[in-house]
Structure formats: C-alpha cells, structure tokens
C-alpha cells in the first residue's frame, strides 16, 4: 500500500489528462498501480490494519483495576504500584487515561499558593478515616496529620481520640520524628486549641498556650470557612485516605501506625512534586527550633485518672487492672515508649505493654489479694481504745504545791 501523498499526485495528474501509462512512468510506479488509484476516485479504502484488534499491556489487569474502581480507589499512583506487584510492566499513561472518564469533575476554586521560608511552619489537622473489620463491620478513627510548609516532610499517627491529651501527645511524636520544633503550628479552630473567638481576636485554651510556650512555637489559626488557607495538611488528609488507606491490612493500631511511619518515609524519599525536592533532605536542612528537655516532653505525656472500685484504669479504650487498694482513688497514667504506665503520685504502680484492641479487660496478677481478709477496706478507719481498768497518772506531791502556789499568788 502507497502513501496517501502519492494517491494524491497520481489523481492530480490524472485530471490534467495524463495516461495511467504516463504517470507511472512520472512516478516510478507500475502502471496498474495508476489504474487502481484512477479508478478507486471517490471511493474509501479499507486500510490493511482495519478489522484487527490491538492488544495493551494494561488488557489483563482491567478486571484488577475494576475491582479497585468498586473500592473507591480512582488513585492512579496507587493502582500503578498495586498493578506492578501483579506483573504489570507497563507505563502509568495508559492507567490514567483508562481511568479518566471515571473521575469526578473538579469544582474546587482556584486559591493563591502560599509558601513559608524553612522551619518557619507546620500545619497540623486531624482527619477521620473509615476501616472494614474481619466480620465486616465498618468502623471510624481519628488520623493526626502534620506536615512541615517548607519541605513537606509528613507525619500521620492514627489514634482512638482527638481529645487536648491526643493532640498533644501527637505534637509531642510528630516533633520528636522531625527532630525539632518550627516556629508557627497552623490549626484551623478545633475545640482543643480555640475556646472562642471575640472581637477578632482568638482565645486560647490556657493548657493549650502553656504547651506552645514550653515547646517554643506560636500556635496560628486560619481564617475560618476558608481551609485553603492550610493547603498543604489538607492536602495530605486527602493523599492519606486516597493513597495510603485503601486496601490496607493490619492488625492494630500500632501496626498501622507503623506502617503509616514508614510510609511516611517512603513518599519523602521521593522528588516532590511541587518543590523538586526530596522532602527528608530538605527538613534535614529545616532551621528548626531545638526539643525541651525530655522532663519538658514528658510532662505533658500524663494524664489523670480515677481507679474504678473494682480496681481498674481506663485509658483508649482498654481497662487495666491495679492492685485494689488503690480503688476510688486518683492516680496519673502516660503511655511512653509502647509501655502504659501508672503512677500514684511518685511511686509506679504499674507498668505494662499497651494493648491496642478497645473494649479489652487487662487483669492484674494477684490484682483482689488480701481483699476478702480486709473487707474491701484499703486503709483502716481511725478508732479509740476500750479499757477495763481505770488509768490514773500518778504526779509527785510538789507538782500540787507549785499549782496552789500559783494560784495564791495570783
């Protein structure tokens, strides 16, 4: 088959009165080739490849792809990875183009790109995610998310709570990981920061404001109803329930909080987009603020609890047992390095690996111990002392004398 350049001269040709023998000769081709062309006029060939189909690389993993679309996951990057581990060598082009007529259309507003000059800020928010159990039930909890504005290093903790203790606790992680304290936080106007807004002005939590100033940063709020302000944590609330999330096992929250680490670290160790940096080289070269003290640290890792009268602490979820003379009464509790741990006062009482399953009971060894002898009572009552014979003090005549002497003088 020729070339739909050449069809075009041998016609053109033609029409000014040429013999099919005369254009072959003109155009070095035969003269039966001419005649075809001459007498075809106006006709639509076939092309030789019409009829056969093209087969793609991506042909075998439509099925798989389906099954991810049904999943909610439209997350290109992430069905090219979980594509790859199946065998798939093909390109991430043809993932996005098969996709495409699947995705939502965007009706985001355009917004101004707001950077902040290195160790300056981090912007922190929490997001809920949605997780199937083994019998199928759906369940929700909240993800911490922090992200530093000038190099994007990224840390996700997932936890039972977002409560004042939580989001400190998280802070506390989240700076310990980036080795370091920015100068601003930026939050949106959650409960735990923000008790009311007056005259334009926020009010802080007082607990709130003294932690800032124990770790150095100034906590800054974005303008309400307006969470582009906070682009960048928005952002990777999105990217963590698209990208991370979907289909992901584990067993517990450690585990995947774990996994949720190193992921972290892996996407960091990748250029980024927006920057042309690697996240964790950059945050490497953050002017960071230094920690506290670890006895600054620690001190807002405690919490205050009430012993239950049968001799249980409640901490996430999980009930712990104590020995039961500490019943009803107050002790304080932290989770430090994998341990729960309780105090009464300064003396631990007890110090065990947490467990992450809510709703479990963890039994004390030797827990009701001397309970039944003593009648559940911890501490004896103060009491008087019954005698059968009268005790009469004995003094030595001169302490008579001085006392009436006394008494005559005066």
Not at 38 to 57: A, P
Not at 162 to 183: H, I, T
Not at 255 to 271: F, M
Request: net charge positive.
């Amino acid at each position: 088959m020729i070339r739909s350049g050449l069809i075009t001269m041998i016609r053109e040709k033609s029409d000014q009165g040429k013999s099919p023998y005369a254009i072959s000769k003109e155009l070095g081709i035969s003269e039966n080739t001419a005649k075809k062309y001459i007498d075809n006029r106006g006709k639509t060939l076939k092309h030789g490849l019409s009829g056969k189909t093209k087969h793609s690389k991506l042909d075998p993993f439509k099925q798989d792809i389906e099954n991810h679309m049904k999943q909610g996951i439209l997350n290109c990057s992430v069905i090219f990875e979980r594509l790859q581990e199946k065998g798939y060598n093909g390109g991430i082009t043809i993932i996005k183009d098969y996709i495409k007529p699947f995705r939502p259309l965007n009706t985001r507003k355009a917004v101004e790109r707001y950077e902040t000059p290195p160790g300056k800020q981090a912007q922190m928010d929490w997001g809920i995610v949605h997780y199937v159990d083994g019998e199928g039930k759906s369940h929700k909890t909240p993800a911490f998310i922090m992200i530093m504005g000038n190099s994007r290093a990224k840390y996700v903790e997932f936890t039972k709570r977002c409560d004042y203790y939580s989001l400190v606790r998280c802070m506390l992680n989240a700076f310990e990981y980036f080795g370091g304290v920015p100068e601003t936080v930026l939050t949106d106007h959650m409960k735990t920061v923000v008790i009311r807004v007056e005259l334009g002005k926020a009010i802080f939590h007082t607990r709130f404001s003294e932690f800032a100033a124990d770790m150095g940063f100034v906590p800054k709020l974005c303008r309400v109803r307006t969470p582009q302000t906070k682009g960048k944590v928005e952002r990777l609330v999105h990217y963590v329930k698209d990208n991370f999330l979907p289909g992901r096992k584990f067993i517990d929250l450690e585990d995947l909080n774990n996994q949720a680490i190193e992921w972290c670290k892996k996407v960091d160790s990748k250029i980024h987009g927006t920057t042309g940096e690697i996240p964790l080289k950059s945050l490497a070269k953050e002017p960071l603020l230094p920690l506290p003290e670890a006895s600054t640290r620690d001190h807002y890792r405690w919490e205050t609890r009430k012993v239950t009268r049968d001799g249980f602490v409640s901490y996430d979820g999980v009930r712990y047992g104590v020995d039961w003379q500490y019943s009803n009464r107050e002790v304080r509790v932290r989770a430090i390095r994998g341990n729960f741990e309780v105090y009464d006062g300064e003396v631990r009482i007890l110090c065990r690996k947490i467990e992450h399953t809510s709703g479990k009971i963890v039994f004390l060894r030797g827990q009701y111990q001397g309970l039944a002898e003593k009648e559940g009572v911890a501490f004896p009552m103060a009491y008087g002392i019954k005698s059968d014979t009268l005790i009469v003090d004995k003094r030595p005549l001169a302490f008579y004398d001085e006392v009436m002497g006394v008494r005559a003088n005066g």
